[in-house]
T-cell receptor, first 115, second 114 residues
Framework: AQSVAQPEDQVNVAEGNPLTVKCTYSVSGNPYLFWYVQYPNRGLQFLLKYITGDNLVKGSYGFEAEFNKSQTSFHLKKPSALVSDSALYFCAVRDRSSNTGKLIFGQGTTLQVKP | NAGVTQTPKFQVLKTGQSMTLQCAQDMNHEYMSWYRQDPGMGLRLIHYSVGAGITDQGEVPNGYNVSRSTTEDFPLRLLSAAPSQTSVYFC?????????????FGNGTRLTVT
């Protein structure tokens, strides 16, 4: 079965430190990969995506993600965390062969950045 | 552009009542979808549409109906609400169903069924 795993329910980092939010997936072929962020009482906002090419993709607000095909991972990273980065982060994948357009979401990771 | 607009923001229903969650987008997106968000489960696809007049079921369609009479609107109907439908509902749209098009989400409708 296709699935996305975010192994950490919560990640705590100090402001100014680098952060990593982990994501691994189990989807056949070469899926499209996405990261979204959700602030309280808001919808999900698109951060970045991997389609093809360079394994390191850059997105909004200084975030980047590294695609690792052999480990089927797509970890979200930021060199220097801000308190305002505190939010709920979702990893999602889309099977390239899917005709539904469905995104398969992980369960989410809460990022807490402390001053 | 307003993006994806959902109404209402909050709703409380009694078991057995019906209601319609509204969704509209002004980006001329062909693809629209409904997800429900439950704690610890991420988001799950309820129904989707690849264009006006075309709808199909996602992974959790039972208890919900949809229609797509225009490109802009994609309402979700609960025919007879059940407590298991207590959730946060998100409408999302994208340029098309694939090719890496990211979904654009509305701000959600928080539904409680008592």
């Amino acid at each position: 079965a296709q699935s996305v795993a975010q192994p950490e329910d919560q990640v705590n980092v100090a402001e100014g430190n680098p952060l990593t939010v982990k994501c691994t997936y189990s989807v056949s072929g070469n899926p499209y990969l996405f990261w979204y962020v959700q602030y309280p009482n808001r919808g999900l906002q698109f951060l970045l995506k991997y389609i093809t090419g360079d394994n390191l993709v850059k997105g909004s607000y200084g975030f980047e993600a590294e695609f690792n095909k052999s480990q089927t991972s797509f970890h979200l990273k930021k060199p220097s965390a801000l308190v305002s980065d505190s939010a709920l982060y979702f990893c999602a994948v889309r099977d390239r062969s899917s005709n539904t357009g469905k995104l398969i979401f992980g369960q989410g990771t809460t990022l807490q950045v402390k001053p | 552009n307003a993006g994806v607009t959902q109404t209402p923001k909050f709703q409380v229903l009694k078991t057995g009542q019906s209601m319609t969650l509204q969704c509209a987008q002004d980006m001329n997106h062909e693809y629209m979808s409904w997800y429900r968000q439950d704690p610890g489960m991420g988001l799950r696809l309820i129904h989707y549409s690849v264009g006006a007049g075309i709808t199909d079921q996602g992974e959790v369609p039972n208890g919900y109906n949809v229609s797509r009479s225009t490109t802009e609107d994609f309402p979700l109907r609960l025919l007879s609400a059940a407590p298991s439908q207590t959730s946060v509902y998100f409408c999302a749209s994208s340029y098309d169903r694939g090719h890496g098009s990211p979904l654009h989400f509305g701000n959600g409708t928080r539904l409680t069924v008592t």
